[in-house]
Each structure stands twice: as C-alpha cells, then as structure tokens.
C-alpha cells in the first residue's frame, strides 16, 4: 500500500491503457438539444473519448445506425457505458453487447445502486470489473471515493479509476473534496478521472488543481443554455487546473505574508502612525 | 411445416411477441433487423452475431435487441 502524501506528479501526456488522448475531457452524449449541437459541442470540447449506450431498437428502428453515422462523422474514441444496470449480469452482458457492436473493448462500467442517488453498488461492481477484465476488456469502472473500494478494483485488473464527485446530474460539483484529495494521494500512478456532478468549469478545473487526470462530464454541457460555448468553456477550465497542478500551487496560510518586498519601504522607520501603535 | 415451425410466444425487449422464428436469427429478420448493427442476449446472457443462426428460440424466451445510443 502506497503512504497518504501529497503528489508530485507531473506528466504532460495523459494516457488510458496505453492510449494517448489529446483531451482531458471526456465528454457524454446524451441530452443535447439536437444532434447538430452534439456534434459541434464534442468538436468545441476538443475531446477524444466520447461515451454512448445501447437500449433497446424497435421493429425495423433505424435508430442506432443513425446515432452511429452521427459519431463516426465525429472521429473520435467511443466509450460504453452500462448505464441503467443494476446487476452484475446485467451490466457484463451489456458490456459484451456493446463490444460486439461497437467494436471496442473499452467499457465504462456502471453498476448502480440506488435510483435517487444513482450512487455505485460497489460490490457488484468489484465483481463484475473482474470478470470483464477476466473477458478481455478493459475497465474504466465508475465508483465512489472509497479507498478500500478502489483497492478492490485495482486488484480486480481496472487500469483507471472512476469516482464520483457528486451523483449524476446534481451539478453539485466535488461533494468530498478530502476523501478525493486521499484517494488522488494514495494512488499516485493511477489514471484517475472524476465522473459524474460537475456542474461548472471551476468545479473541473479544482478536480484538476488536485491533480486528476481528467474529467468525464455530461449534463453540465449537454443542459447548458449554450452547449457549444459551455463545452469550450469546460475545455479551458480542464486546461488551466492541468497546467496549475504540474505548475505547483503555493499552500494556503492562516496569516497575511506581503508580497511587495518590505525591504526600502519609505517611511518604515518611523512605526505605525499615532492611535495604532501600543501604549509606551 | 413441423411443429417447430408453430407460432410460439417469447418477450421482445419487454413485449410478448407471437413468432414462427424457430432461431435468434429468424427472429430478427422478421423484425427487420438482418444485417443492421444490433446486439443480442437470450434470457440475460450475451448472443453473438455469430451464434444466432444456432440459437434455438423456445416458448416464453426473453429476448433483448439493442442498439447505439447517446450516453452519458
């Protein structure tokens, strides 16, 4: 096990299972006004890795060879999701569903608890991890901030690590900030992205300050009065939280500390003025 | 036409449908879906492509057709 200390890590490139991704944003596809505004918020994203689902077709539906038309015009990665499962077995067949038909071995594996809070059922999740790893697959699992949790995985074959920063849809940005800061510590080498919650580019770009890897987001972009404009937006804030944690952020102090140099300050020598000064 | 040939009851994607497809993939050629790019599972479990033509469809099966879609 590694020690809690703070990271020091600083890579330029950003790689998942052995792949280079050009953005740290991970983008969702889903809720958009129109497809037009899906296509051109992924360009403005910059991102690369894109996630997508399978339901269920109709009788002669022609409703996923449309979608997949849609994003093969967009040239990027696609990443399954196994939304909506809520058993081991639904989420490993969803995932052997989704390789054959998209023709990728990635899967973003959701296996979920509760529907109000969406929140991983963890157990089910260690489980079905291991098994699609034992598959073949490789497994970007979406968890919570649990370090036993994440350990399980790990050992499990995950490669990258998922939590969460608040529910899904909530907006509500890093709820446990601590535990995020002591999972990004204890795993240092560990690809970690947080997905699901954020709600605005300052919450990704805290997530980066911490010094994840990346941010998988959806909603925020998706429901925004202008997507386009909000995907670029999240795409700056992704960029400069990066370049702030390989930079070095200064810590916090309890006190004032000048940043002028005190040396040669006029007047100094004659003391604070009359009235502030302690009594003689 | 034998007995295997009967119309027989097994649930699409939810719904109970009456079919004469004896196999998996009988079955999606009467939904109009031969040679589209669906995936399939029988009773929870996983079909590959390769696997319909010999994936006998018996009464009462659960059957999922599914496609690409946006996701988050």
Redesign the interface.
């Known amino acids: 096990m590694n020690a809690i200390e703070p990271s020091t890590k600083a890579q330029g490139a950003f790689a998942l299972y052995g792949v280079e991704l050009a953005s740290r944003l991970l983008l969702g596809t889903a809720q958009y006004p129109s497809p037009h505004v899906l296509a051109r918020a992924v360009e403005a994203s910059g991102a690369r890795l894109v996630t997508v689902s399978l339901r269920r077709e109709q009788a002669r539906g022609r409703t996923g060879e449309r979608f997949l038309e849609l994003i093969a015009a967009l040239n990027v990665r696609v990443l399954p999701n196994t939304a909506g499962c809520r058993t081991v077995k639904e989420a490993v067949t969803t995932a052997q569903m989704a390789r054959e038909v998209f023709g990728t071995d990635w899967v973003k594996l959701e296996v979920i608890a509760n529907d109000d809070t969406l929140q991983p059922e963890v157990f089910g999740l260690v489980e079905a991890a291991g098994l699609l790893t034992k598959d073949g697959f490789k497994v970007l699992p979406y968890t919570t901030e649990d370090l036993s949790v994440a350990e399980r995985l790990l050992a499990a074959g995950c490669e990258v690590l998922m939590p969460w920063g608040a529910p899904i849809g909530s907006g509500r940005g890093l709820a446990n900030a601590y535990a995020l800061k002591s999972l990004r510590a204890y795993f240092p080498q560990v690809p970690l992205i947080i997905d699901a919650g954020i709600g605005a580019p300052s919450h990704a770009a805290e997530a980066m300050e911490m010094g994840y890897d990346g941010v998988l987001l959806n909603t925020a972009v998706a429901k925004a009065g202008d997507p386009v404009r909000m995907a670029g937006a999240f795409a700056k804030a992704i960029e400069a939280g990066r370049a702030a944690f390989e930079s070095g952020l200064i810590g916090m102090r309890d006190m004032a500390e000048p940043s002028t140099p005190v040396a040669g300050t006029p007047f100094f020598d004659l003391g604070a003025p009359s009235g502030h000064r302690g009594d003689e | 036409m034998d007995q295997t040939s009967l119309a027989r009851t097994i649930i699409v994607?939810?719904d109970s449908v009456a079919t004469r497809a004896g196999t998996l993939a009988e079955l999606l050629a009467e939904?109009?879906?031969a040679g589209?790019?669906?995936?399939?599972?029988r009773n929870?479990?996983?079909v590959?492509?390769r696997a319909r033509t010999a994936t006998p469809l018996e009464r009462g099966d659960r059957i999922?057709?599914?496609?690409?879609?946006?996701?988050?």
Do not use: K, Q, Y
């Not at chain 2, 589209?36 to 599972?41: D, G, M």
């Not at chain 2, 999922?64 to 988050?72: D, F, L, Q």
């Open positions: 994607n939810g939904l109009g879906h589209r790019r669906v995936a399939t599972a929870g479990d996983f590959p492509e999922e057709i599914v496609s690409p879609r946006h996701g988050g």
